[in-house]
């Protein structure tokens, strides 16, 4: 089984504040995804990778960036947290190329800025 | 970019069936998903269809496509109380080399007994 985790489930930091969020994926996958989910929204691609260093911007990557040093971690940074990035976010990954591009995604962890 | 468009809400009765709609627009898109989300969870992929194909029967789920309109189905038949919860459904796009996901704004399916 794919296993996808997050490192908190819930959040709350300070407005300014530097916020990290932690995704692992345990199934050697190329790429990673990190997606913000709020009502009304969907799903927005913030930033997603496929290679170990390599990143590429989503819909909305302001305010956002990511780190991935090793394949198997994907990292969300939120330079200076707002009080408008308070939303669920979804970490996901996928095998690559001619997979199907079917995302395993973690439980999420909701964040809630002050 | 693309757009995915799903209409918010669904209620239905124990025992009837849902259907939940979803036009996309990228007509190059290969294959075309329904991921289910459970209260507090996050997305599961349900089922995919793949663009060449007009129908996919998987036990109590059933995926119409229909590539000249755009338009994806998700047929729930005799849907139970545990069906309630947030279905999306999404294409993939091809940029920069590079296939990802488009996602709906997902459809919440309130199942009543």
């Known amino acids: 089984d794919v296993k996808v985790t997050q490192s908190s489930r819930y959040l709350v930091k300070r407005t300014g504040e530097k916020v990290f969020l932690e995704c692992v994926q345990d199934m050697d996958h190329e790429n990673m995804f990190w997606y913000r989910q709020d009502p009304g929204l969907g799903l927005r691609l913030i930033y997603f990778?496929?290679?170990?260093?390599?990143?590429e911007k989503g819909d909305i990557p302001e305010g956002y960036s990511v780190s991935r040093e090793k394949k198997e971690r994907f990292s969300l940074i939120l330079e200076s947290a707002s009080t408008n990035q308070t939303s669920m976010y979804l970490c996901?990954?996928?095998?690559?190329?001619?997979?199907?591009?079917?995302?395993?995604f973690g439980p999420g962890t909701r964040l809630t800025v002050t | 970019g693309e757009d995915v468009e799903q209409s918010l809400f669904l209620s239905v009765r124990e025992g009837d069936s849902s259907v939940i709609n979803c036009t996309y627009t990228?007509?190059?898109?290969?294959?075309l998903y329904w991921y289910k989300q459970e209260p507090g969870a996050g997305l599961q992929l349900l089922t995919y269809?793949?663009?060449?194909?007009d129908m996919k029967q998987d036990q109590r789920l059933t995926v119409l496509l229909n590539k000249k309109d755009k338009h994806l189905s998700l047929r729930i038949a005799d849907t139970q109380t545990g069906d309630s919860a947030i279905y999306f459904c999404a294409e993939s796009e091809l940029t920069t080399g590079f296939q990802k996901l488009v996602f709906g704004t997902g459809t919440r399916l309130l199942v009543s007994p």
């Open positions: 996901a990954s996928s095998l690559g190329p001619g997979s199907g591009d079917e995302q395993y």
């Open positions: 990778s496929y290679d170990v260093k390599m990143k």
């Open positions: 990228d007509s190059s898109s290969t294959y």
């Open positions: 269809i793949f663009s060449n194909m």
